[in-house]
């Protein structure tokens, strides 16, 4: 018999939570083209206003004009907050394309995380399952990519030995990521079984996880539904 709180739902805007809002970090390079100044500076204002379609419409330009990574990733992030999710795909993919070796693993990693959250809003699990293990693999800091990692398997109903293995590699990148326990936790729990008494009986890793959950979020969106779960064994 398996258990899946109303809670478990939840975990798809985990793992989606960095779609939120696609922000753009460093200011775009500057322009080889002295004509092509005012149109980046157009594209960047129109960035750091958030005001997303003057952006792709001043990047769709400037990267017609002068292909550089730099300026297709600005353009899929400002596609991407618009919900262009297919669109912000192809620019992602462009810019790691032309980047070559001359952005960082941690760039590249940060553009793999970004299509899988992409493919995930687009219901293509496996492609993001993919792009989040190029991230992974690549990220100086990889807690992010195997977090949205597990958090997607869990959604597609992967076995708990699978889930939990890729919660350990977020954990292990950073043991503070509390959302990382919930969905081990979660996971776990979703294996348990009903005793000859009628009791539902987990496996102590999962109250472990469940536990830590609490400790490090006291005060997260999941508080309700761990207290939930471990009431439920009582």
Request: include cysteine; proline fraction near 6%.
């Amino acid at each position: 018999m398996r258990r899946r709180l109303s809670a478990v739902a939840l975990l798809v805007s985990l793992a989606l939570a960095a779609t939120a809002q696609i922000c753009v970090g460093a200011p775009l390079p500057a322009t080889q083209s002295e004509n092509q100044s005012s149109l980046l500076a157009k594209a960047q204002a129109a960035l750091d206003a958030k005001q997303w379609p003057d952006a792709e419409a001043a990047l769709k330009q400037l990267s017609a004009s002068e292909p550089r990574w730099e300026y297709s990733e600005a353009l899929g992030a400002a596609q991407m907050n618009q919900g262009h999710y297919a669109d912000s795909l192809e620019s992602y993919q462009r810019a790691i394309d032309l980047a070559g070796k001359n952005a960082s693993p941690a760039a590249i990693a940060q553009m793999y995380t970004t299509i899988g959250n992409a493919n995930l809003k687009l219901k293509k699990n496996d492609a993001a399952i993919s792009a989040y293990n190029k991230a992974a693999a690549l990220d100086p800091n990889p807690a992010v990519a195997y977090f949205n990692l597990c958090a997607t398997m869990f959604n597609m109903g992967q076995p708990a030995a699978k889930t939990v293995a890729v919660c350990d590699k977020a954990i292990a990148a950073d043991p503070k990521k509390a959302d990382a326990y919930f969905v081990k936790g979660s996971s776990l729990y979703g294996e348990g079984a009903v005793d000859k008494s009628n009791k539902y009986i987990v496996p102590p890793s999962a109250v472990a996880a469940l536990k830590q959950y609490l400790v490090l979020a006291p005060d997260g969106p999941h508080v309700q539904d761990v207290k939930a779960m471990l009431d439920a064994l009582k």
